[in-house]
Nanobody, 115 residues
Framework: QVQLQESGGGLVQPGGSLRLSCVAS????????MGWYRQAPGKQRELVAG???????NYAEPVKGRFTISRHNARNTVYLQMNSLKPEDTAVYYC?????????WGQGTQVTVSS
């Protein structure tokens, strides 16, 4: 069973930066597509950024040019570098791993952007 553990969230001022990390257990990480999602209070969970097995990237429009997703297969880790943060980026951020027909989620890490 795959387990995902996110870290790196916290409170940051508008314009600031954070880097989220997600470490996965198991041996299928390099064969999995990985993604970061977020859910703000009262809203549906939404895709923020994704990275395929081959390294193809995709981003939600609101974060393009500000967020960068990357992966380190030897460390079973996916990252989300978040720059120029805005109050509307406030949400719980979740890591997701997709392998064949299975999906796994982390428990989330809170990101709060406020002055």
């Amino acid at each position: 069973q795959v387990q995902l553990q996110e870290s790196g969230g916290g409170l940051v001022q508008p314009g600031g930066s954070l880097r989220l990390s997600c470490v996965a257990s198991g041996s299928i990480f390099s064969l999995s597509a990985m993604g970061w999602y977020r859910q703000a209070p009262g809203k549906q969970r939404e895709l923020v950024a994704g990275i395929s097995v081959g390294g193809r990237l995709n981003y939600a429009e609101p974060v393009k040019g500000r967020f960068t997703i990357s992966r380190h297969n030897a460390r079973n880790t996916v990252y989300l570098q978040m720059n120029s943060l805005k109050p509307e980026d406030t949400a719980v951020y979740y890591c997701k791993q997709d392998f064949m027909d299975r999906s796994y989620w982390g428990q989330g890490t809170q990101v709060t952007v406020s002055s």
